[in-house]
C-alpha cells in the first residue's frame, strides 16, 4: 500500500503562485494531481511519469500549472501560476501502478488526503 502525503496548499490572492507538494512511500508507474471544488467533480489537473518525466495536462491548466517530480525524494510537486479564484479546491496527489498517463480518477491506485488551496479575488 502507498501512502501519499500532500503540502503546500493555502490562502493566497488572485495571480498570486503556490507549490504543492506530495511525498510518496513507495515509487509507482505515474503520478497525478487532481482537484475538487465544493458541488463539483473531480477535475484532472496534471499526470507524469516518473521513470521518465513525461507530462500530460488538459486545456485548462496547460501554461499556469507545471508538474514535476524529484525520484530521489519521492517527490511530486506542482507549481501553479497566475492563480485564479476558480482555481480553489482541494487539490488530491494520486499514484497508478501504470506508466500510462490518465486522466481517469478511476485509473489512479493511490490517494492523498487533499490539500485546500483558497484564491481570493
Known amino acids: 500500500q502507498v501512502s501519499l502525503v500532500e503540502s503546500g496548499g493555502g490562502l493566497v490572492q488572485a495571480g498570486d503562485s503556490l507549490r504543492l507538494s506530495c511525498v510518496a512511500s513507495?515509487?509507482?508507474?505515474?503520478m497525478g494531481w487532481f482537484r475538487q471544488a465544493p458541488g463539483k467533480e473531480r477535475e484532472f489537473v496534471a499526470a507524469i511519469r516518473l521513470r521518465d518525466g513525461t507530462t500530460h495536462y488538459p486545456g485548462s491548466a496547460k501554461g499556469r500549472f507545471t508538474i514535476s517530480r524529484d525520484i530521489t525524494r519521492r517527490t511530486l510537486y506542482m507549481q501553479m501560476n497566475s492563480l485564479k479564484p476558480e482555481d480553489t479546491a482541494v487539490y488530491y496527489c494520486a499514484a497508478s501502478d501504470s506508466f500510462i498517463l490518465h486522466d481517469t480518477s478511476t485509473m489512479y491506485n493511490y490517494w492523498g488526503q487533499g490539500t485546500q488551496v483558497t484564491v481570493s479575488s
Open positions: 513507495e515509487r509507482t508507474g505515474s
